[in-house]
């Protein structure tokens, strides 16, 4: 479009901001098909519960991406492993054969590619990028407390720290003293990857997954609890928990339910 602008010099300046709009569409459009061929019939490969590869199975979903869910038993675990780039899942595999693992450049690469993550606003970005950095600390923060402790102790001792003045409790404030005030999003005004980390992580705080740790954790965190309700209440988010619904192979923690 632009050379036929500068020739025709009599075109309205109206006529040519148009004309520039429908071109920035029109190129957005090709590159959102382009990606999402990319990714079309991709496999992730990760083992049969929410954990670490929840957050990019809904990504996917979100981006309306036709992927294979490659769940492994745990018991074919040790096995696979040693076939692994870095010995440890989720793993992303494209249908050129190309493979990429750790969980978070998974979920930024899908994040890219289906519109959930930034590309043109490196400030936006970053802040994402921080968000989730300080999310994951949630896990190693939770298994380092009543390690080496038996059962009773150890969940007495997160218990405790799940409370205020406790170790996770303090992540769990300053994480959400750091989520936008503006809106139920982490970051900015619509949904991304940070998002649907927050949610995971958050879900497998209490879901179980860590003895000890109550149920109500997140209840007093309002910004948190606000964000998980906005994600799950996505229309793909419940498409794609009422499909895994349909398969009794999946076993979805309680805190994965809608929210109300």
């Known amino acids: 479009f632009t050379p036929l602008i500068r020739k025709r010099t009599k075109i309205s300046g109206t006529t040519c ?30 083992f049969g519960i929410p954990g670490r590869g929840e957050a990019t199975r809904l990504a996917l ?33 494209l249908s050129n054969g190309t493979t990429i693992a750790q969980q978070r450049a998974i979920l930024r690469f899908v994040g890219k590619e289906v519109g959930l993550y930034p590309t043109g ?17 949630i896990n190693a923060v939770t298994f380092k407390v009543g390690q080496g402790l038996e059962k009773e102790a150890k969940e007495a001792a997160r218990k405790e720290a799940c409370e205020d003045g406790g170790v996770i409790h303090a992540l769990l404030t300053k994480i959400d003293k750091s989520l936008s005030t503006s809106s139920s999003f982490a970051v900015g005004d619509k949904l991304t990857v940070a998002d649907l980390f927050i949610y995971c992580t958050c879900n497998n705080l209490v879901s179980g997954l860590f003895d000890g740790v109550p149920e109500s954790t997140l ?8 964000l998980r309700k906005t994600v799950r209440s996505n229309e793909s988010v419940c ?15 309680v805190s994965y339910n809608l929210l109300v």
């Open 61 to 93: 979903s979100i981006g309306k991406v036709t992927f294979h869910d490659d769940r492994i038993a745990f018991a074919n675990w040790k096995e696979i492993k040693s076939t692994t780039p870095w010995g440890s899942l989720p793993i992303l595999t």
């Open 17 to 46: 901001i148009a004309l520039r709009i429908l071109q920035n569409r029109l190129y957005y459009l090709l590159m959102s098909d382009s990606n999402k061929m990319i990714l079309d019939n991709c496999k992730l490969t990760y």
């Open 239 to 253: 498409e794609w928990y009422d499909t895994c619904s349909l398969d009794p192979s999946i076993k979805i923690p």
């Open 121 to 137: 606003d490196s400030v936006k970005a970053a802040k994402i990028d921080e968000l989730m950095d300080a999310v994951e600390d």
């Open 219 to 226: 209840h007093s965190f309002d910004r948190i609890m606000s």
